[in-house]
Each structure stands twice: as C-alpha cells, then as structure tokens.
C-alpha cells in the first residue's frame, strides 16, 4: 500500500510538470501506469489527454479502448492510438508520460518522454526540431547507454514524434471548439476574521476560467505583496471541467493600506481588478471576538479577588475566636 501511495505521488508530479509550454499551442499527452503486484487497480493503464481534457482511457483488465467525451465519432483513430501506446507499454517501469506540442502557428513544437520508478524520475528525453536531449540512464553503463539513446531517438523520430503530432492534429479538428473555449473567471474577496490575531484572514478567490492559464497577484498600494506574506495559488479543478486558484494573507484590524486582487486571463480584453472592503460583519466579528476575550481576563480576575477576600475574612474570624476564648474561657 505504501509503494502504491508512492506512486501515485510520483504522477501526480510529474504530471505537474507537463503544462502547456506556449500560450495559445496544443498538446496530447499519454500518461501510463504499471503496477506490480496485487492491488484493486489494473496492472497497467494509460489515460490519452488533449490539452487537459481526458479524451480517451485503457486498461489491462478489460483490455479495451474507451474514448471519452466521444461526441465526434474518433473510434477510427483507436486503432492508430492503441498502436502508439503498446510501442512504449513495453518499457516495464511504475509510470511513463509522453507528450507532444502544437504551436500556435501549426507548427509542431518539443515532445518529451520522462519515465519514474519507485518514486524518481529515471530518465528523461526531449526532441525538438531534429535535436535531442537526454537526462538520466544512470543505471546503464556507457555502451548499454549508446545503444539505448541510439534505438530511442530513432524511435522518436521516425514513429513516435510523426504519429503524436497526426493524432494531436486530427483530435484537434474534432475537438477544437472544446479546448479552444474561453470561460471569464469569477472575481471576489473572501474574509474571514482571525481571533488568534484579531485581524483577518483575506482571500481572492478567481473560479470558473478556462483554459487554465492565468495570472493572480495581490496588490498593497499598488504594489506586489511579497511572496512569504502568501498562501495558496495552487491551480485546482472545478467539476465542470473549469478551473479555481486562491491566494490569501494575514492582515490586521488597524491596517490602513488599500489592498487589490488583480487577475489577467486569455478570456478577458483587460486586466480584472476588484478592491477590498473590509465588511461591517467581519468588523463586528473581530469587535465582538476582544469584547469576549477581554470579558473573559476580566471574570477571572473578580474570581480570584473575590477567592481572595473571603480567604482574607475567614483568617481574620478565626483569629478573634482564639482571642476571645482565650479571654473569657481560659482556653
């Protein structure tokens, strides 16, 4: 369980790595998983995405090509993916990830294959315009590394490379009003009031964009607030296939600045700026939170005196009874 845990870590961050490269350009992306020993999950499964939109998924246990989203007739090209995908399954390793690039211009840009086991990334190699480079193969010795980097960028440039850039370029045809959409994001400032500091905690909040670039940055009189006074800012999905990204900071009841959240999006012609307002509920919350507080230091305080003054009177009783029956009884 543990190693399966790793590596699906693993994917997760190598799959972060693989963001579109240029603005505006295109990619498909096979992303594969090969699990030995005995798990819930198949033994091996790829996962076919454009851009960042799932369009098709295989498996060892049913052993058969299910495209997704299929609305445009593609399963004439299963054939052709099914044979793109086998060529690399032969690599027995826990993850593979390949991806291929279009630019905006239709001209086709890098493709990367980036292999990882038990947790590391084993090896990467990137073609670009008849070029390689190659990270890894620690594991082979110098000729078992000539001959594995010889085999692999032939492979490359003559099966891989063609048939990534022809499928890219046909799901493109068929599928080019869904990834090219634009949806504006939604814009807004979330507070909430920190008892801990007596300040607040404020959130701007961009959701329901796509495509997934965009850029957020909060500003302190029109000035970047700096990195280490920043949380979040993790691009994160939405169920509708839309994207959210929240950036928030500690700022106080007596702060004074002027605090803007500015966003900048393919979707929109102009930057969108909203400003803070700091709300008359959030200053009654921080208001009522120190009356509290104060409320209760000050109980405890008349608690104690008032512990203490009875101690007091019943010191001072006790000893005018020893008196007085030392007086009158002799004792």
């Not at 004439?76 to 630019?103: I, P, R």
């Not at 090219?180 to 909430?192: A, T």
Request: aromatic share 12%.
């Amino acid at each position: 369980e543990h190693k399966l845990s790793a590596v699906f870590k693993t994917y997760s961050k190598i799959h972060e790595t693989f963001v579109f490269f240029h603005t505006g350009s295109h990619s498909l992306s096979l992303h594969s998983t090969y699990i030995k020993g005995k798990t819930l999950f198949p033994e091996y499964s790829y996962t076919f995405m454009l851009d960042d939109v799932v369009v098709g998924h295989f498996n060892s246990k049913t052993l058969t090509y299910v495209p997704k989203g299929n609305t445009t007739d593609e399963d004439d090209w299963a054939g052709n993916l099914t044979f793109f995908c086998y060529v690399h399954s032969g690599l027995q390793v826990h993850q593979k990830m390949v991806l291929c690039e279009l630019l905006n211009n239709d001209k086709p840009g890098q493709m990367i294959s980036r292999s990882a086991s038990k947790g590391f990334t084993t090896d990467e190699l990137c073609y670009l315009d008849g070029k390689f480079t190659y990270q890894g193969g620690s594991y082979f010795t110098q000729q078992e590394l000539k001959l594995h980097l010889q085999l692999s960028m032939w492979r490359h440039e003559n099966l891989y490379y063609p048939a990534c850039i022809k499928t890219l370029k046909n799901y493109l045809k068929k599928r080019k009003k869904q990834v090219n959409r634009k949806v504006k994001p939604r814009l807004k400032f979330i507070q909430k009031a920190n008892s801990d500091s007596g300040g607040f905690r404020v959130s701007c909040l961009a959701t329901g964009f796509y495509p997934r670039h965009i850029n957020l940055t909060l500003f302190r009189d029109g000035q970047p607030v700096a990195d280490h006074e920043i949380t979040g800012g993790d691009l994160l999905p939405n169920a509708d296939g839309t994207y959210q990204m929240r950036k928030s900071m500690e700022i106080s009841a007596a702060d004074k600045h002027k605090y803007t959240c500015s966003v900048t999006h393919l979707s929109l012609d102009n930057k969108l700026d909203i400003e803070l307002v700091l709300t008359v509920l959030a200053l009654v919350l921080v208001f009522g939170t120190l009356v509290l507080v104060s409320g209760i230091i000050i109980c405890k305080c008349r608690r104690r005196q008032a512990g203490s003054t009875r101690t007091e009177v019943n010191d001072k009783s006790s000893s005018d009874t020893f008196i007085y029956n030392t007086i009158f009884n002799g004792h």
